[in-house]
């Protein structure tokens, strides 16, 4: 079935610092690639999404990258601030949408 | 502007019993998927609706039913509870493929 792995489980950053987390799929068909960020008792929130006719895409400090032909795709924040400090999610399906496991991302002082 | 509205927000239910989760979708979004969230772990994909029609399932048993009504609104099922289905149940809501927005979910206790 399909599957979505998602590196690393956990990740700690110096404030300032670039954190990337990498995300793998196993559907050649998927077609949509969103991120989500989820803090703790809320909901998930969208925060980029990537297309397969597209490579790169970037808002402000976040961007996102798709190689369809490895079927891997990454997130990179730059310039982490605290509020960074969530759990992060990707996922990847066309109508319907698997995510991975989550990174949980910590922004250290 | 209302988002995406789900009820119960919280919900404690003996094993055995039945349980009904609904959700309303954003206004003009046709399309419907519930997810699964255990504490730790990524949302589990259940079911995705489009236009009334069922179209995908996830891994679950068939305990779990769906459906959706003319309104794009929705219903979760779930029969003959176990303690395993204990979890955050998340429904969201898009115009067609992709761009999913997230309600704030059922919080689902079986005891």
């Known amino acids: 079935g399909e599957n979505v792995e998602q590196h690393p489980s956990t990740l700690s950053v110096q404030e300032g610092d670039s954190a990337v987390i990498k995300c793998t799929y196993s559907d050649s068909a998927s077609n949509y690639f969103p991120w989500y960020k989820q803090e703790l008792g809320k909901r998930p929130q969208l925060i980029i999404d990537i297309r397969s006719n597209v490579g790169e895409k970037k808002d402000q400090r976040i961007a996102v990258t798709l190689n369809k032909t490895a079927k891997h795709f990454s997130l990179h924040i730059t310039e982490t601030q605290p509020e960074d400090s969530a759990v992060y999610f990707c996922a990847a399906g066309d109508d319907k949408i698997i995510f991975g496991k989550g990174t949980r991302l910590h922004i250290l002082p | 502007d209302a988002g995406v509205t789900q009820s119960p927000t919280h919900l404690i239910k003996t094993r055995g019993q039945h349980v009904t989760l609904r959700c309303s979708p954003i206004?003009?979004?046709?399309?419907v998927s519930w997810y699964q969230q255990v504490l730790g772990q990524g949302p589990q994909f259940i079911f995705q609706y489009y236009e009334k029609e069922e179209r995908g399932r996830g891994n679950f048993p068939d305990r779990f039913s769906a459906r959706q009504f003319p309104n794009y609104s929705s219903e979760l099922n779930v029969n003959a509870l176990l303690l395993g289905d204990s979890a955050l149940y998340l429904c969201?809501?898009?115009?067609?493929?992709?761009?999913?927005?997230f309600g704030s979910g059922t919080r689902l206790t079986v005891v």
């Open positions: 206004s003009g979004h046709k399309s």
């Open positions: 969201a809501s898009s115009p067609g493929t992709g761009g999913y927005t």
